[in-house]
Structures are given as structure tokens and as C-alpha cells.
């Protein structure tokens, strides 16, 4: 795919902001049952505040949940309620690699208020951090289902 029929095709702030939405509230409750379980192993107790291996827990469930999706079918569930899905640059599946360095560009990128995401509406190639550092672009599918 061209980078200009990329460009044509890449999903809008609304669509975006709307699968952003959708998979937080999904990405919620898997968390809330991570918590859960968390809860039970710990023989009921509450975890303390600033425990380093919950807060990685946290962040290796919330990889997964994304990792999961993106590598088995590129969607995940926001994503196909707006059929949007995730592609390599060559258009191949997105391995687990890049759904680990995309991942790990989606945290990095909120840090600066978000100046990673937005990245993609003011820099220069129209792209992401997240997407340039995994080679892999969302796209709009229009014609889907």
C-alpha cells in the first residue's frame, strides 16, 4: 500500500478516540479480574499501594489483552466494532515483536500528553510513534464485513 492510499485510508480522530473507548472499558474488566485473582493469591488481602510486581502484573495483562489481538486478526474488540485493523507496513499479521514494540510505543507516547499519539496529525510522515517504531499502520476498512 502507498503511503498516500495509507494516508486515504487511515481511520478518523473520532473513530480512533471511539476504539480507544471501547477497549478501555473492555481492557477495565479484564483488569478487574487480573485484580481479582491477584486478591485471591494473596490470601485475600489487599495488594500495597506501589508493589512493583502487581504494577507489572498490571502492565502484562494489559500487553497480552492487546498483544492477543493484534497478532490473531489485527482487531481487537473496539477495533472491530469500528473496522479498523492493525497491519505491518508489508501488509503481513503483526507479529508479536511488533505488537510488543507497539505496545511498549502506546505507554511511552501518552507520557508527553499524549504528543505521541498526536504525533501522527503534525509530523512530517502522518504516523504515530507506535507506528513508526513497530512498522505496522491502523486502516480504515470501509468495505469490511
Do not use: C
Request: charged share 15%; aromatic share 20%.
Amino acid at each position: 500500500m502507498t503511503e498516500h492510499s495509507n494516508a486515504a485510508s487511515r481511520p478518523s480522530l473520532f473513530r480512533l478516540l471511539a476504539v480507544m473507548f471501547y477497549d478501555f472499558m473492555v481492557l477495565l474488566s479484564i483488569l478487574f479480574l487480573a485484580y481479582l485473582i491477584a486478591i485471591i493469591i494473596n490470601s485475600g488481602e489487599a495488594i500495597r499501594q506501589g508493589n512493583l510486581f502487581f504494577i507489572a502484573y498490571q502492565f502484562a495483562v494489559s500487553w497480552l489483552f492487546y498483544a492477543w489481538f493484534w497478532t490473531h486478526g489485527g482487531q481487537t474488540i473496539g477495533m472491530r466494532a469500528w473496522k479498523i485493523y492493525l497491519l505491518s507496513e508489508d501488509q503481513s499479521s503483526v507479529s508479536w515483536r511488533q505488537a510488543t514494540i507497539r505496545f511498549a510505543a502506546a505507554v511511552l507516547s501518552w507520557i508527553p500528553l499524549g504528543l505521541g499519539f498526536w504525533w501522527q496529525y503534525f509530523g512530517n510522515h502522518r504516523k504515530s510513534w507506535r507506528d513508526r517504531l513497530s512498522a505496522t499502520y491502523l486502516y480504515y476498512g470501509k468495505n469490511s464485513d
